[in-house]
């Protein structure tokens, strides 16, 4: 079962900031946030995780709040090429390995 | 870094014909590796992982079986495909540099 919860679909003018929500209220204290896009009919790509702090790489940055119940994606200047589904995730532990518990995910439309 | 690959692209079986999907890893030794599936419109699910050669947990009961014969090999297969197998069929490994789990191009499968 997802942890995660995300808006369906959102828009956003070429070369805005996009800044896709997610809640995660039922997050333990040791799962990290993931978030990964998908150009359609194609793998996932990874974008950014985080575990309490904010983060930020040359994708995007990533705000988590001090509860660590929900958190923010931002792509600071977003483009036609950044139409994807956005995925929030949790990463689970196992005993062996990593477990990453998606959602249905946010259609991110960009539009010039 | 870690390359996935993945065949064949898509692919088309009959109700009741055997299945057998290779996932390949290259750039890393002894990667977790896992396979996914998703139904049109919907997140990943995990179907399998494994955390080394002959090593392989489920994570849900299923028409489907996977196996490791090698370290970067990993192998999906099915005795006899049902209707609810269709489904675009994912590989990943992991960890990578931040923890993420690298994914493979897919393979869309139809079953008629």
């Known amino acids: 079962d997802a942890k995660t919860t995300q808006p369906p679909s959102m828009d956003c003018a070429e070369g805005r900031a996009a800044n896709l929500p997610c809640n995660h209220s039922?997050?333990?204290?040791?799962?990290?946030v993931y978030w990964y896009r998908q150009i359609h009919s194609q793998g996932p790509q990874y974008i950014i995780h985080?575990?309490?702090n904010n983060e930020t790489n040359e994708m995007a940055s990533l705000i988590i709040t001090e509860d660590r119940k929900s958190s923010t994606l931002i792509l600071p200047h977003a483009t036609l090429r950044d139409t994807a589904v956005y995925y929030c995730?949790?990463?689970?532990?196992?005993?062996?390995?990593?477990?990453?518990?998606f959602g249905a995910g946010t259609i991110l439309r960009v539009k010039s | 870094s870690q390359t996935i690959h993945q065949w064949p692209a898509t692919l088309v079986q009959p109700v009741g014909s055997p299945l057998s999907l290779e996932c390949t890893v290259e750039?890393?030794?002894?990667?977790?590796l896992y396979w996914y599936r998703q139904a049109a419109g919907r997140g990943l699910q995990l179907l399998f992982y494994?955390?080394?050669?002959?090593?392989i947990s489920s994570e849900v009961p299923q028409n489907l079986s996977a196996s490791r014969p090698q370290d970067r090999q990993f192998i999906l297969s099915s005795k006899k495909l049902l209707l609810s197998d269709s489904g675009f069929y994912l590989c990943?490994?992991?960890?990578?540099?931040?923890?993420?789990?690298?994914f493979g191009p897919g393979t869309r499968l139809t079953v008629t």
């Open positions: 995730i949790v990463r689970v532990p196992m005993e062996y390995g990593n477990k990453l518990v």
């Open positions: 039922t997050i333990s204290g040791n799962e990290y």
């Open positions: 985080g575990l309490k």
């Open positions: 750039g890393t030794s002894n990667p977790n």
């Open positions: 494994s955390v080394g050669i002959g090593q």
């Open positions: 990943a490994g992991g960890p990578g540099r931040a923890y993420e789990q690298y």
